[in-house]
């Protein structure tokens, strides 16, 4: 039998369909549903020093692991050392670094020390200062990063002096509360030292020292007590701004954040600026952005110099799990020196975008799949039967795996008829039906605007995905659109890339096309998204919002392959709705309760598979025969499944008349199920003289067990 695709889904509001009510109860009106993340700038944290409770901080830093955000920043005092308030508990400066967590960025929890100053023997060289502390997960590992000195003897210190402004320390946990072991000295370091980890692997070390520079660092000898910068120390960023043609220079640069977004990396400094030709003109403190293609540079500074009145960013993944930062308030002395967040925007050409920062209450949304039996879902499970339709260009090429002789003009229906499609649906008995608007040729069937590979472009130019649409409301039918991320014209290269990450272009691209789809036509019911696993996680909870914010009442499922649902793959999360391709839910049936990620969720499940043995037409490919299609259908429903089966409409843009036949033939057994009786032969005994390399997978069970892709081989 030929081989099978593998095929993915995004599903679609449900609200709108025919019959169904639009407010959905008012269970829908929950902060869950509304999916909404409401925040007021600055943030409602306060914490204990010294024994009175105080809100100004310096240098803050949030991250967040699993559903929980954690706090560390410079606690007050922050001061340098001053012989006079020596005496003074902690000799006059900050305690020590404080960890504070949080569920929802608001109600904020004092967990614990991580360094505490009136703990550490009088000889220690970090006893005193503790500026800037981060924490970075690294190699699976949590670093803490600050900024200290001993100020009761200059011996004590590392170098054997008093430190201008401190010396960067880095240690080690398992645990991102600690405790922290192995605090070591890292020599070559500066106050405000950041730490960055690529998908490589290596680490780098960003240094503010005046300018900026990046390095890398090995971490791996901190067990021993050994830190090292290695290789060359390179600048990034430097004070004046005469390369940008900006007059304003800063009189140093401080708290550096390096993040990477795709294939490009992101870096955030800040300073205090004033006029170059009149330095007594102070412009006041800002944060700046520079970008690169390396890590190691050249780093190119964002021309507008001045793009955020924030001090001392860090980034951390927010609650709508995109790049967020904390920083603290620096553009009026309202709210001077507290806790405040923001999204980071990121706009088409790569710039970040100011979001604030702003005292303003701000609503971002924050859409996620369900934790529980939405009336949506409810609907949704009780449709049961769908129509899947693979059908475009690789009709007609009869591959779907090359695109070599590919030419758009190569799609050329002689009798495209979409309403014969939808119509069969309906006679067939099925609530719903999904079409392929974009498979692995690349090849659209609507009409893309500044894209040359689609129908517009083809022998016939008929709006497919329109006609369809139309179609289906005419008879009852929620439409649903199938979209392919694997694409051999995007991607490019003679055969298809099913594990190279998509590159940053090409996912403009992506997002382009599903914006189209959700704006240019209305009720979409649902929307498969294929070939999820080459996306980042990032960039699969930007096309599930991006679909949500288009299209509010759409469930998005994306497709997880050939699974049978008991567990949710992490290449295809975010989704609505698990995929079973080609299988089936377990015999005890599908659980749609999910714990994913620490958080449990509500995931019914989809089965898909074909009336035929492809996805695609091929003039060579039979029906399976009624009874095969009953047990499918009836082997989804008892398990708890809907069943999306496929057709595959030929050259002359019809579904077959051995398909359509097929089908009627299945509403038949559907609508007298009595009709049907189980094969004499499930549950017998099977017994084979020989079995090819004695592999279980080649057993002769296998003849049995009713799955297409599964075989006794004795040879």
Known sequence: MAKRFKSIIAIVSLSALVGFSSNCGAEELSTEDRQVFTYTNPLP???????????????????RQGDTYYLVFTVWPFSNREKNRLNLPNQGGSPGIKLYSSKDLKKWKFENWLV??????????????????????????????????????????????????????????????????NITYLDGGACDTSLFEDTDGKTYAVIPAYNVYVQ????????QGRVSLV??????????????????????????????????????????????????????????IAYADNVMGPWK??????????????????????????????????????????????????????????????????????????????????????MFIHYGLSTFTGDWQTNKNASPAAYAPSNL????????????GMKYAVLTAKHTLGHCLWDSSDYAYDVAT????????????????????????????????????????????????YFKQIKKHLTELHTKYSDIFEQWIDIPHKLSSVQRWELYRLVKKLNPDCLVIMNAAFRDGVEIFEGAWPTDLANGEVTLPPESGHQPIKVI????????????????????????????????LYYLYSESIRRGANLLLNVSPDRTGRIPDDQVKALMQLKEFIDNPTRYRPSIIKGAKTRASNVFQNDSQYSPDMTLDNKWNTRWDPA
């Open 231 to 288: 290789g060359t120390r390179k600048l990034a960023v430097q004070c004046s701004n005469d390369d940008i043609g900006l007059s304003a220079e800063a009189d140093y640069q401080e708290g550096p954040w390096m993040f990477r977004k795709d294939d490009r990396y992101f870096l955030l400094y800040a300073g205090p600026y004033r006029e170059a030709k009149n330095p007594s003109e102070k412009q006041g403190y800002w944060a700046s």
């Open 597 to 628: 990620q620490g958080k449990q969720y509500y995931i019914p499940m989809e089965v898909c598979d074909t009336l035929t043995g492809m996805w695609f037409w091929h003039p060579e490919d039979r029906p399976r025969s009624p009874r095969h």
């Open 458 to 505: 083809s022998t016939d130019k008929t709006d497919v995905i329109d006609a369809f649409i139309r179609n289906c409301w005419a008879e009852g039918i929620k439409p649903g659109l199938y979209y392919c991320i694997l694409d051999i014209y995007n991607e490019g290269g003679d055969t298809l890339k099913w594990k190279a990450p998509v590159k940053p272009d």
């Open 417 to 428: 008829d979409v309403r014969q499609w939808v119509r069969t649906a309906r006679r067939a």
């Open 216 to 223: 890398q660092i090995d971490l791996s000898r901190i067990a």
């Open 301 to 386: 500074k964002d021309p507008r110099g001045q793009v955020f009145h924030g001090g001392h960013t860090a980034v951390f993944e927010g609650p709508d799990d995109r790049f967020w930062f904390s920083y603290r308030w620096e553009m009026n002395n309202r709210h001077r020196g507290l806790l405040c967040i923001d999204p980071i925007t990121i706009d088409e050409n790569g710039l970040v975008q100011p979001s604030g920062p702003s005292d303003s209450t701000v609503e971002v949304p924050v859409a996620k799949p369900s934790s529980r039996q939405t009336e949506l879902l409810r609907q949704w499970e009780e449709l049961k039967f769908g």
């Open 45 to 63: 944290f306060e914490y204990e020093a010294l024994g009175k409770i105080r809100r100004e901080l310096r240098d803050p830093c949030i991250v």
């Open 116 to 181: 505490k100053s009136d703990q550490l023997p009088e000889d220690c060289p970090y006893k005193n200062r503790f500026w800037a502390p981060e924490i970075h997960k690294i190699a699976g590992r949590f670093f803490l990063i600050f900024t200290a000195d001993n100020w009761i003897k200059k011996e004590y210190n590392p170098a054997g002096t008093w430190g201008t402004s401190g010396y960067a320390f880095v240690g080690v946990a398992d645990n991102i509360t600690g405790p922290y072991i």
